[in-house]
């Protein structure tokens, strides 16, 4: 059974940063491109930024284009978001999602998998 396990999330100060990690233990991880999402209370969840299976390519939301880099090791079957400069607003449930396809997904739609999410609270 495939899951996915985020882990990394917390509460930071603005300004600070976080990593978070996404490790798929059950999944050929390489064919499969990578994502992350966030959901914040009341709000539909938003992509944030998709990394394809080689790491040849990447995609960013424009709310976190440099401030958040996402990298992947497929020896280790688990993918990255370093997020620097957190603001207030990046306060949210972040989630890992896979996709197997070279298809550019940024939108939930079309995710095979899933995890449960890890919390991030940036206070002011």
């Known amino acids: 059974q495939v899951h996915l396990d985020e882990s990394g999330g917390g509460l930071v100060q603005a300004g600070g940063s976080l990593r978070l990690s996404c490790a798929a233990p059950?999944?050929?991880?390489?064919?499969?491109?990578m994502g992350w999402f966030r959901q914040a209370p009341g709000k539909e969840r938003e992509f944030v930024a998709r990394?394809?299976?080689?790491?040849?390519?990447?995609y960013y939301a424009d709310s976190v284009k440099g401030r958040f880099t996402i990298s992947r090791d497929n020896a280790k079957n688990t993918v990255y978001l370093q997020m620097n400069s957190l603001k207030p607003e990046d306060t949210a449930v972040y989630y890992c999602?896979?996709?197997?396809?070279?298809?550019?997904?940024?939108?939930?739609?079309?995710?095979?998998?899933w995890g449960q999410g890890t919390q991030v609270t940036v206070s002011s």
């Open positions: 059950g999944l050929t991880f390489a064919p499969y491109a």
């Open positions: 999602a896979a996709h197997r396809g070279p298809a550019v997904l940024l939108t939930p739609s079309g995710y095979d998998y």
């Open positions: 990394i394809s299976w080689s790491s040849g390519s990447t």
